[in-house]
Each structure stands twice: as C-alpha cells, then as structure tokens.
C-alpha cells in the first residue's frame, strides 16, 4: 500500500457544477463488462464474475421493469419541496414494491454449472414474502449478521434494480443537497465510492455514488465525507506496476480524524473505469487499510463483509 497526499484541488468553475450526475440506461451492462474484465487473472475471479452475471440480469430487469415507481409525482415533489429524499430506502424497503424485482431476477438468473449457489438459490426462492423483506430490510440496515451471507449479491441485485429504475423516473433536475454530505440525495442511502470526472462540464468534480441507486451528488474534493475535516487526508492505493501512485486509478482518501476512508476512481487516469467494479476488485485495500486501524463506512450491496 503507498500513500500520497492530493494536492489541494480548487474546482475550476466559475458557475456552480451540476449537482446530480445519473447513471445511464446501461449501468449494469456497464458493470457486467467491466467485472468481466477486471475477473480476467484476478484472485477473486469466480466472485467477480457472480456479480458480473447478476448485473446482466439487473439489465433484463431495467429494460423489462416487473413493476412501476411505487411513489406518487405528487408525495415526489412534497419530499423534494421539504429536503427529504424521494424514493427514501428507509420507508420504501417496508413498503415492500422491490419484493416483485427480486421474484422477476430469481425466474431469469440462470445460475452457472456446478452447485456452489444451489444452497443459497433454494434458500431465497423458499422463503416467503415477509421473510425476503426482511433480508432486505436487514442488507440495507447493515446488518449483515442477519441475513446469510451468501444471499447479499441477490438480495442486493434486486434492491438496486428497483432503486435505479424509480430513479431514472424523476424529476432530478428539483433535487437539492440533503443534511449529510455521505448520503444519497434521492434515496437517503449511503455513499459507496467516489469519482472524479474527467469530462465536459463535470471534470475535475468529485461525486459520491449511492449504494443503492447510483445517482451521483457533487460533494467538494478534499474533505472527510464522514467528519467533514480537510486536516491531514492521505490517500492510499494499492502498489501497482502500471501506476505512479500518484496516478493509481483508485484511492481511498483516509482521515486520521475519524478513521473513516472512501474510496475514490479517479477516471482522468482509467477513462473506463466503473466504481461498483473498481471497488470489488480492489478488496485487497480494504484489508490493508483495516490493518492500518481505518474503517470501512461505505456499504457494497453485492457484497457480505467478511462473508465472502
Ligand atoms: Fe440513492
Ligand atoms: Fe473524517
């Protein structure tokens, strides 16, 4: 692991920066490219393209929705109007309206050869309605101690479906910065990773990526998402023979502050990087950084911490 320090950034922009950034259409088939990619000689091969294989069905499901957005226009622009998130996953995984998107991936998930995911296929697709909406409810609590870890990329594949397709339904043009700097604007999820852009009206802008629904929210470079303290941020990335560490693809900026780090794609230096991928390949950092005395803060629905 080498550490570096970023010099500090001032955003060059004369008028405020667009405030959302969301996702395209094809962010799974993006994702699943991607994984596929990164699974290619990686340590963890089989687990990233498991992920890979759900994103694909992610794709099926965005392009044949199995159920509407589950909030009215109106309760949309009363949220809005009072600085609440939308589509908040809070009451929303209550409500129950994803439990359709996880039926509709569990009839078109076509598992590979082998039986390493029959146990785990049995288990979800035996269970009833209150016991998957538990599982969820649990996932995106973080508590991961009450659903079974290999269960989380499926339950976590269903709930991002559904999020990510009542997002690319609103009207995010209205949305406004939320009260915590980590949190999802539109769904009150927190942050996964961050990018830095690197084109057109957005270059050079760090934006934080949601958990759940992959909206992206302009948060200023340099700053603790967590403490939001500037004082002595270091940023870390693995060692890498193809990259200067000053120009690694993925950093984790690291605050000595509140041991909180996040990981931060930096794609001036990896045009086609994706941040759900980039983070899952790069777990091999969160072992070093844990071993440092850092804390993960920043959840990954694909994936059980510890669990595998
Ligand atoms: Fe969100
Ligand atoms: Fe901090």
């Known amino acids: ?4 320090l970023e010099p500090g950034q001032i955003e060059a922009s004369a008028v405020s920066p667009p405030f959302l950034h969301l ?3 094809n962010l799974f088939e993006v994702r699943a490219a991607r994984l596929e990619r990164l ?3 990686h340590a963890l091969a089989g687990y990233l393209r498991l992920i890979a294989s759900l994103c694909r069905v992610q794709q099926q499901l965005l392009a ?14 009363l949220c809005i109007s009072h600085g609440l998130p939308p589509l908040s996953a809070d009451s929303l995984v209550r409500e129950g309206a994803w439990l359709v998107w996880l039926q509709a991936l569990l009839d078109l998930y076509v598992p590979p050869p082998g039986d390493a995911l029959a146990d785990a296929l049995r288990q979800l697709r035996e269970a009833d309605t209150q016991q998957r909406k538990g599982w969820g409810i649990a996932l995106l609590a973080g508590q991961y101690d009450a659903l079974p870890a290999a269960l989380v990329p499926f339950i976590g594949a269903a709930l991002q479906a559904a999020w990510s397709h009542w997002l690319l339904a609103l009207p995010a043009g209205e949305i406004k910065p939320g009260g915590s700097l980590s949190q999802c604007p539109c769904c009150g999820s927190p942050a996964m990773a961050g990018v830095v852009r690197n084109r057109g009206k957005h ?3 760090r934006y934080l990526v949601c958990s759940l629904c992959a909206c992206e929210w302009h948060v200023v470079r340099v700053k603790c998402v967590y403490c ?3 004082k002595d941020l270091r940023y870390s990335s693995l060692e890498d ?14 605050c000595p502050g509140c041991q909180g780090y996040l990981k931060q794609l930096y794609l001036e230096n990896d045009a086609e990087g994706e941040p759900l991928s980039a983070d899952l390949a790069s777990l091999a950092l969160d072992m070093a950084l844990d071993q440092a005395g850092f804390q993960r803060v920043a959840p990954n629905l694909m994936l059980a911490p510890g669990g595998g």
Do not use: W
């Open 64 to 77: 044949l929705p199995p159920g509407g957005v589950p909030v009215e226009a109106e309760r949309q622009r």
């Open 241 to 254: 023979d193809r990259h200067a560490p000053d120009k690694a693809p993925l950093r984790a900026e690291c």
């Open 23 to 25: 996702p395209p259409g």
């Open 1 to 4: 692991m080498s550490t570096i």
């Open 203 to 205: 270059n050079g802008l």
């Open 39 to 41: 699974a290619q000689g």
């Open 228 to 230: 939001e303290q500037s």
